[in-house]
């Protein structure tokens, strides 16, 4: 955390506090700056739950563009896609994780392929402990498309990472459980749609999110995944496989946090966030 954001956080005159950044200054604005109303947009685990398609390519094609977006680097940007380990029903037929991990990972590739075009949605990296979170990253799941450096045609001085994606088991939850912050991703073998579900709820509830994806052509699991989003207080997207995206979703015009979960502790459209910072004093004497 800045010394000086730490200093004025918990000065008496400082009455009112918004933050948006790192879970970690989030967490100690909250703890510390007692003297202020503190509003906290933060950060957490955002994820895809991913049962069955009817429309495979447009589903890889729209995770892909919401994880390789300004790098990963968006608080909604989907960090863990939940996939059954015995695969997924699609327009076209059963398809394996392995199919499913290959297919996100191909899209993600194919949109990076060109550099001139691709650091166009990839922007540059914002800091060096990006970069390394990456480095760092790549020992914690079996890679699948690995990140790599592109030379900016316009800036050369820019720092570009395409998007690292990584397969990993559910039951390596240690792995996947915090935010990665940056192009860094997960395709996730769980035992089956009610695992997703259940992984989903425990990551969102205990570590927060701003966004949420279920694809899915079962009503039975859109309620259920819908109900599960509810009680974990976190924004629901279904079935997204055209030109809209999980992660556009904008602070003061969008729904966006909701204050119900960890990742923040307020909504930025809701009246509570304006009204909260008004108080009523009275000054009374005789006449």
Known sequence: MGKLAAKLAVHPD????????????????EQHARQAVVYTEKAGVNSVIVDSTADFAGMCRNIAFSLTLYS???CTTPQNILVPRDGIDTESGRRGFDEVARGIADAVAALVADDARGV????AIVNDAVARRIDAARDHGTVLLDSRTVAHPTYPDAVVRTPLLLS??????PNFDREWFGPIS???ATDSTAHSVE??????????????AVYSTSPTVLAQVEQAALDVGVHLSANLTGGVF????????DFHGTGANPATNAALTDGAFVASRFRIVQSRRHV
Do not use: H, P
């Not at 999980?246 to 015009?253: K, R």
């Open 246 to 253: 999980v992660n556009q979703s904008a602070a003061f015009s």
């Open 14 to 29: 400082v009455k009112i506090i918004d933050y948006t950044g790192s879970t970690a200054f989030g967490d100690w604005l």
């Open 120 to 123: 166009e949605v990839t922007g």
């Open 186 to 188: 997960f395709v996730v």
């Open 168 to 173: 990993q088991d559910a039951a390596a939850a």
């Open 72 to 74: 990963g680097q968006m």
């Open 199 to 212: 992984l989903f709820r425990r990551l969102v509830g205990g570590r927060g999110a701003l966004t949420a």
